[in-house]
């Protein structure tokens, strides 16, 4: 579960669920892509500091992206920042601070996208293949063009408290307002079928008091005899 993957208690549920909530709502995915991306690779970004909501952020991104298979992207991304941290920081990418904890995500990619910004097209798919391996260049290149949109996300993230309650508002009052829609659709439908049938009933209510009449009248006189 996502708790387990970010060490989280029971009293965090409402956080993980606002933050879902938020996620799925806000890119170009569906629950089961999210899930599967967030099992892949949940545990390994966790273990180099990422939150859940640094997490989401990076499969938001994947996904607006077309990017299928997010969740071993970014499992990669995460094993790979740590098994390179020498070659990073020979370019200038610091992975960790200086009590050697990692630095948010975020800002590692939007130091990587500095970094490489002068180097020509073929060298830098070059640097991102040896650094990140060649299944997954694409991606993470991605993910470093992208930095500036993942803080953003990561922000609106950070900001979901509340989100899981009024998506659920949101939903009882369209609920509300569609049933109350038919409701008046259907009394409207009532009416116009009364309008129609209006003059055959009419003309059959009187054609019966006219049978009524008449056969009352014819045996009036019989009846009278008994």
Do not use: C, W
Request: charged share 20%; glycine share 8%.
């Amino acid at each position: 579960t996502a708790a387990h993957q970010f060490n989280l208690d029971s009293s965090e549920s409402g956080r993980i669920s606002d933050v879902v909530t938020t996620a799925l709502s806000g890119s170009a995915q569906n629950m089961a892509d999210f899930s599967e991306a967030l099992k892949y690779s949940g545990v390994q970004l966790n273990s180099i500091g990422a939150s859940i909501e640094q997490t989401s952020a990076l499969i938001m991104q994947l996904a607006d992206v077309g990017v299928k298979g997010a969740g071993n992207a970014l499992k990669n991304l995460a094993q790979r920042l740590n098994a390179n941290r020498d070659k990073l920081e020979a370019l200038g990418v610091s992975v960790a601070d200086s009590n050697g904890v990692f630095r948010e995500i975020p800002d590692i990619l939007a130091d990587l996208k500095e970094k490489t910004a002068g180097f020509s097209d073929t060298e830098r798919a070059a640097f991102f293949k040896q650094t990140f391996g060649a299944n997954f260049t694409a991606p993470i290149q991605s993910l470093v063009d992208h930095a500036a949109d993942i803080a953003t996300k990561v922000e609106t993230l950070n900001n979901a408290n509340g989100a899981t309650a009024r998506a659920v508002e949101q939903m009882s009052a369209g609920v509300s307002a569609l049933v109350s829609g038919l409701s008046s659709k259907l009394e409207a439908l009532v009416i116009k079928i009364g309008d129609a049938l209006k003059p055959l009933t009419e003309g059959f209510l009187e054609s019966l008091d006219d049978f009524v009449k008449g056969f009352s009248e014819s045996i009036t006189p019989f009846l009278d005899e008994i």
